[in-house]
C-alpha cells in the first residue's frame, strides 16, 4: 500500500510510429492491452487513478471500463500541447499528498519498483523523485538523457540533444529518464504553470519540471532500474521486443514451478494460464487467456488452447485446436483434433486424429477416433464411434442434438440425421445414415441393398470390340489417324 498517493497515467497520444491508424494503448502484450497494465499495478496498490486521454478516447475509457468498473477518473486532454499539458488538465483530480505520473506504454515496470521509488521520495524528503535506467543502444535515441552537473539535474529531451551537445558531450549520456515521477502535491501545483514552452515543438514538457526543482535548490531524487522494465513502446518493433521480455518473464516463471517446455523460444503463453507441476509444453504451443492446464499434462507440438480447462494427466497430440472447453483427467485429444464451443470431455476419453466436436458432451472412456464430427451431441460412457461418422445437426435454419447413450457401437461412416436417440448397447451398421431413433440392444442398418453386376468383364470387352470399330471406320472416311479415340 503506498499511503496518500494518487496516480495519472498518460495515454492521450496518437501513436503515430506504429502506423496502424489505432491507438497502441489497446494493442495486446502476451494475451492483456497495453494499457491494462499500469492500470491493474495502480489498481493492486489501490491508488485512485486519473486517464488523461485523447485519440480513440472511447476505446481506452470501454476497456478500463470493462475491467475496472468506474473505479477511475478521465480527463480530455482536447488538443495536445505535450506531457506537461496533459498533467495540467488533470489539476482539479489531485487530493493527496504524493502524485505519481506514468506514461500508459510502460508495461513491463514491477510493483517492488513502484515501492522502491515511493519509499526514496519519501526518505529523501524530495519534492520529486523519478525512475532512471541505462540504455546503451544507440537506436534507442527517443528517450530524454540524464544530465547532473554543478547546475543541479536536469533531463534533456531529443528534440534538445543538439541545443545542450556540450553537456552531453561531457555526460554519461546512456542514463536515460523511465518518464515514470513521483512529486508533493504542493510541489506540483506551485510549478506546473511554471513550464516553459519548448520552441522546438511548441509543447510543454513535463520533464522542464526537474530543472525548475534543481535551479531552486530543492530536492529531487532518483531511483536507477533495468532498462527492461522500462522500455517504452513506440513502433510495432519495439511492442515485439517489449513482447519477448514478458514472454520470457512468464515462461521463466513457470519453469521455476516445475514446467518443462520442449522449445521455449518458440512457446506462445499469456497472462492469467496456469500450468501444473510436471507438465511437458512442446515446440510451437499456444496457450491463450483463460486456460488452465493440470498437473502432469502432455502439450505436444503446436497446439492451441484457450480458454479451456484440462485437468491432470491429459494428453493433447500435436497440431490439436481446444477453445473454451474442458477437459477431464487422463483423456487423449488428436493428432489434428478441434474441441470447441463449450465442449466436455470426460476422462479416459479417446478423441483421435481429424476429430472435431462442438458443443458436445463425451462420456467418460468413449473413443472417436477417425475423422468424425460431432456437433451438438450428447455422448454417453464407453461409447465407441467408427471412422467418418457425423452428426447432421443442421437442417438449415436450427441445429439439432443427437444423444448415443451408452455402450453403443457406431459402425463407420454412420450419419445422424438429428434430432435422434441411440440407446444404449446398440449398433449402427457402417455406411448407415440414421433418421430415427434406435432402441437400447438393436442393430441399425440404414443403406441401399447391395447390387453385383454379373460378368463385368464381357461389358468392358464389348465397349474395347466397340472402340475399335468405330475408331477403323474413322480412319477408312478421314484417311487421318487420331492422337486418341475414347468412347463412353
Not at 503506498?2 to 495515454?11: D, G, K, M, R, T
Not at 516553459?196 to 534543481?214: C, D, Q, R
Not at 497430440?317 to 477453445?323: E, L
Not at 479417446?350 to 475423422?371: D, K, L, P, T
Request: proline share 3%.
Amino acid at each position: 500500500m503506498l499511503s496518500n498517493v494518487e496516480a495519472i497515467v498518460l495515454a492521450a497520444g496518437k501513436s503515430t510510429r506504429f502506423k496502424t491508424g489505432k491507438t497502441k494503448l489497446i494493442e495486446k502484450i502476451c494475451g492483456q492491452e497495453m494499457i491494462l497494465y499500469p492500470a491493474t499495478l495502480l489498481n493492486s496498490f489501490k491508488i485512485p487513478t486519473t486517464f488523461v486521454v485523447g485519440y480513440q478516447k472511447e476505446s481506452i475509457i470501454e476497456l478500463l471500463t470493462k475491467n475496472f468498473g468506474d473505479n477511475f477518473n478521465v480527463v480530455d486532454q482536447g488538443t495536445p500541447q505535450g506531457t506537461g499539458h496533459a498533467i495540467l488538465c488533470t489539476q482539479s483530480q489531485w487530493s493527496q499528498e504524493h502524485v505519481l505520473i506514468l506514461n500508459g506504454d510502460t508495461p513491463l515496470i514491477k510493483p517492488n519498483q513502484l515501492r522502491a521509488l515511493y519509499d526514496k521520495h519519501i526518505k529523501t524528503n524530495a519534492v520529486m523523485s523519478f525512475i532512471t535506467a541505462y540504455n546503451i543502444d544507440p537506436s534507442l535515441n527517443n528517450y530524454g538523457k540524464v544530465v547532473e552537473d554543478e547546475d543541479g539535474i536536469r533531463i534533456v529531451e531529443p528534440s534538445d540533444f543538439a541545443q545542450f551537445s556540450d553537456k552531453l558531450d561531457n555526460q554519461d549520456v546512456s542514463c536515460v529518464n523511465a518518464g515514470i515521477y513521483i512529486l508533493k502535491r504542493s510541489f506540483l501545483t506551485d510549478y506546473i504553470n511554471k513550464l516553459p514552452h519548448n520552441k522546438n515543438t511548441g509543447e510543454y514538457y513535463f520533464t522542464e519540471i526537474v530543472n525548475l526543482a534543481s535551479k531552486d535548490g530543492l530536492t529531487v531524487s532518483t531511483i536507477n532500474i533495468p532498462f527492461d522494465t522500462v522500455r517504452g513502446i513506440n513502433t510495432l518493433r519495439e511492442l515485439w521486443n517489449a513482447e519477448q521480455i514478458k514472454k520470457s518473464e512468464i515462461i521463466g516463471d513457470w519453469m521455476e514451478k516445475g514446467v518443462r517446455f520442449g522449445s521455449a523460444q518458440n512457446v506462445l503463453i499469456d497472462l492469467n494460464v496456469n500450468i501444473g507441476p510436471g507438465t511437458y509444453v512442446g515446440t510451437g504451443v499456444q496457450l491463450f487467456q483463460g486456460t488452465s492446464i493440470g498437473a502432469n499434462c502432455h502439450l505436444e507440438a503446436f497446439s492451441s488452447i484457450s480458454g479451456s480447462t484440462l485437468e491432470d494427466f491429459v494428453h493433447i497430440y500435436s497440431h490439436s485446436n481446444i477453445k473454451n472447453s474442458v477437459i477431464k483427467h487422463h483423456s487423449y485429444i488428436g493428432p489434428f483434433a478441434h474441441v470447441r464451443g463449450n465442449t466436455k470431455v470426460d476422462e479416459h476419453v479417446n478423441i483421435g486424429n481429424f476429430v472435431e466436436i462442438n458443443r458436445s458432451q463425451v462420456g467418460a472412456y468413449s473413443r472417436i477416433r477417425h475423422m468424425c464430427y460431432i456437433g451438438d451431441a450428447k455422448i454417453g460412457k464407453h461409447v465407441s464411434i467408427g471412422a467418418g461418422s457425423i452428426t447432421c445437426n443442421f437442417d438449415g435454419i436450427e441445429k439439432h442434438t443427437t444423444e448415443i447413450k451408452d455402450s453403443a457401437f457406431i459402425g463407420s461412416n454412420t450419419a445422424f440425421v438429428a434430432p435422434v436417440i441411440i440407446g444404449e448397447q446398440a449398433y449402427t451398421a457402417a455406411g448407415s445414415v440414421i433418421t430415427h431413433n434406435v432402441p437400447d440392444k438393436a442393430l441399425a442398418i440404414a443403406r441401399s441393398r447391395q447390387t453385383n453386376k454379373e460378368d463385368y468383364e464381357m461389358v468392358k470387352q464389348q465397349k474395347k470390340n466397340l472402340s475399335q470399330q468405330i475408331q477403323a471406320a474413322y480412319i477408312a472416311a478421314t484417311k487421318t489417324v487420331p492422337d486418341s479415340f475414347e468412347t463412353t
